[in-house]
């Protein structure tokens, strides 16, 4: 397992820094570091490494040649979403972002972080302000992180009660992360409507129970499905004295109805489209908000920045941290759950943009996804052999079904790289009582010409 050869971009190479570390942890040699781990687990023999290049220039040459094998959505045409998702966002976003204020993952200390507590309650103050609700915490990791999150406040807000409805037209993903997250909670599946996708309220009413905790739905749902049951679902539950859960994907609320309006008690979600770039699957920052409610406020894992008074009575304010003793920062392995900051730099990300584009600019753009997916939904639809599934209205994405096309998905995505087109996601081992179908999603960064050499490929790889 050891090795070495001196490589002057890995710290610590040079076998005389390797020997002082060591002695200075009292060990012989790295394989005393792994003791702890079964020897039959371990690497046996030396790792294949290249040899080393010397010139920065040389190394940046084969760096770069690497990278050069990745297909990205600048050369390439994507199509792709389902959680990660293209939006244009204006430069003067990262110039903010990555100011040396703010230039870091770290949540900061109320006395020498004013600048970045301001900016992160602007945030908290307009992702409110969008979501219709009372507050919301520092960022979570993803919204992933934020669902199962909700779902345990949810769980210890209602004492005794331990079931969860979850909705079945969500991110597979999400559904394992919250049978790990919440393992001691009983997670039941709700189906959605065939037909339109939507919840199925008829499903809803048999599997809700006195045991019921809360419902955890999305609207758009993981079809870009928008759901119109808002309110019907939250009376159904609040008359079980249930807690209503909604996941948004939060730049649709420049158009569509805000969740605290029809009844959410706790809304979550990513805020990746609020100006985070995409990078590698991600970059993804969750976000928890929740009503105006002591209670339900006292239940947020995540750090909460507050305007506070200044002392010996002058006047002004500055910003702190609200009710720090509940977070995992202090009180530690007797934390309800453990947060982090590692997606708090996000929060800048979603501040600036937000208050670039306000309430108007994010009805525009809302109005623009919706008309640039209507327009390819209406050209998919004319191709032969090629359906739109669900009936009802959709938000970004739309299920495209290829079932009379006798071709799968995989083929025709495979087939479309060949015309720089990322296709759309592949759903049918996510959802195999679909066949073959995939989510196609479409963003204000589409263009007429775009869409319209989608059609073209489309119909030449269908032929």
Do not use: W
């Amino acid at each position: 397992m050891t090795n070495n050869k001196i490589y002057s971009y890995i710290p610590n190479s040079v076998p005389k820094i390797k020997e002082f570390m060591l002695n200075e942890v009292g060990v012989t040699s790295a394989e005393d570091l792994y003791e702890s781990i079964p020897k039959e687990l371990r690497f046996k023999g030396e790792l294949k490494l290249p040899l080393p290049i010397e010139s920065e220039q040389e190394l940046k040459k084969h760096v770069n040649k690497i990278l050069n094998k990745n297909k990205d959505c600048e050369e390439y045409c994507s199509f792709l979403g389902s959680g990660c998702y293209q939006h244009y966002i204006p430069a003067v976003v990262k110039e903010i972002a990555n100011r040396g204020e703010f230039l870091t993952a770290y949540g900061g200390e109320t006395y020498s972080d004013l600048g970045k507590f301001q900016a992160v309650f602007e945030y908290a103050s307009m992702l409110t302000e969008l979501l219709g609700m009372g507050v919301v915490g520092a960022p979570t990791y993803d919204s992933l992180a934020a669902a199962s999150t909700a779902i345990r406040m949810a769980v210890r807000l209602t004492d005794e009660r331990n079931e969860i409805l979850v909705c079945k037209s969500i991110h597979p993903q999400k559904i394992l992360h919250m049978k790990n997250y919440c393992k001691n909670i009983n997670l039941v599946f709700v189906d959605y409507d065939k037909k339109t996708g939507e919840i199925s309220l008829e499903d809803l009413r048999k599997k809700i129970s006195k045991k019921t905790a809360g419902i955890y739905f999305e609207n758009p749902n993981y079809f870009g499905v928008i759901e119109t049951n808002g309110k019907e679902i939250s009376k159904i539950m609040h008359n079980n004295d249930s807690i209503v859960i909604v996941g948004v994907n939060p730049i649709s609320l420049g158009v569509l109805d805000a969740p605290g309006n029809y009844g959410a008690d706790i809304v979550c979600g990513d805020a990746q489209t609020l100006g985070v770039p995409m990078n590698c699957g991600g970059g993804a920052t969750g976000f928890v908000a929740v009503k105006d409610d002591e209670e339900f406020i006292g239940e947020l894992p995540t750090l909460l920045i507050t305007i506070a008074d200044l002392e010996n009575g002058k006047e002004g304010f500055g910003f702190a941290q609200a009710r720090a003793e509940r977070t995992s920062y202090a009180a530690r392995e007797f934390a309800r759950e453990f947060t982090g900051t590692a997606t708090g730099l996000y929060a800048i990300h979603n501040a600036v943009y937000m208050a670039l584009m306000g309430p108007k600019g994010l009805e525009e753009v809302g109005e623009t996804n919706i008309l640039n997916s209507q327009y390819a939904k209406n050209m998919i639809s004319k191709i032969d052999g090629v359906n739109i599934r669900f009936s009802s209205q959709h938000f970004n994405e739309f299920i495209v079904d290829f079932n009379d096309s006798k071709k799968i998905v995989s083929e025709i995505n495979r087939e479309l790289k060949q015309y720089k087109i990322f296709g759309g996601k592949d759903l049918s081992k996510e959802f195999p009582e679909l066949g073959e179908v995939a989510t196609y999603c479409v963003t204000e960064i589409h263009s007429k010409e775009e869409i319209d050499n989608l059609i073209i490929a489309l119909k030449e790889v269908l032929k």
